[in-house]
């Protein structure tokens, strides 16, 4: 652990870590093969439905996990003086877990991703990683899941995202904590194998745990063959 990282001893990390193996398993064995409902043409709210059904009903009860999976949940914020709702939003994947010491929800927010610029700008704006930094996303937790799903080849993808996450620290962007080597992200990630990196960010006092900060995993996911404009799902 290093310095700065106390609040990890605390954190329930193996109920986490379980969840997200749980999670990527149900990615591998889905997108091993082209399906006609779970393709790279698919809108990204599908594939996570598909995805979370998957994971609750197939992988989880394998591996016996114990806390509660939902997609879609929504997360309200209130005027406490008129009692109207002021925001709401809506998680793509979360799971929950607690027991008699602690608990988690651990947000999964997922985003396609190509080569383009704009791909890049939209997983990292307010309303993908800004989510859990200014946003209402994952309030008081310590630790968030981002999730790239892949529509081009990792080389020519991730590279230049931890570039820009890069500029973004250099200006002041995402609120990001730089790190000792002088980079936006730890690589490889200290919360999760799986993890291509993780990233620090400060939050404001009324979204952030007692310690200041969310960490936020960064994952991305493949599927199991070529992806190419030109194809098309094939019919079973």
């Not at 209402?136 to 020519?156: C, D, F």
């Not at 931890?162 to 490889?188: F, K, Q, S």
């Amino acid at each position: 652990m290093t310095a700065g990282n106390e609040w990890l001893g605390a954190f329930p990390i193996r109920p986490a870590t379980d969840a997200v193996e749980a999670l990527c398993e149900s990615w591998r064995i889905l997108a091993d093969k082209r399906l006609p409902g779970f393709n790279p043409k698919k809108r990204e709210p599908e594939l996570t439905r598909v995805l979370k059904a998957h994971v609750e009903l197939v992988t989880a009860r394998e591996r016996g996990l114990l806390g509660m999976w939902a997609t879609e949940g929504v997360i309200n914020t209130i005027d406490e003086g008129t009692a109207e709702l002021t925001q709401e939003r809506r998680t793509d994947i979360v799971y929950g877990w607690n027991n008699e010491q602690t608990g988690i929800q651990l947000v999964f927010e997922f985003k396609k991703l190509s080569r383009s610029a704009r791909d890049r700008a939209h997983y990292l704006g307010e309303n993908g990683l800004g989510r859990f930094v200014t946003g209402i996303y994952s309030r008081r937790q310590a630790v968030a899941a981002m999730v790239g799903i892949l529509t081009a080849p990792m080389e020519e993808v991730v590279p230049p995202l931890r570039d820009a996450l890069d500029r973004a620290a250099a200006t002041g962007g995402l609120r990001l904590r730089v790190r000792p080597t002088g980079n936006a992200y730890d690589r490889p990630s200290i919360l999760f194998p799986t993890a291509d990196f993780d990233t620090e960010h400060d939050r404001d006092p009324d979204l952030a745990p007692s310690h200041g900060t969310i960490r936020v995993a960064h994952f991305f996911l493949v599927f199991g063959y070529t992806v190419t404009k030109s194809q098309k799902p094939k019919t079973l």
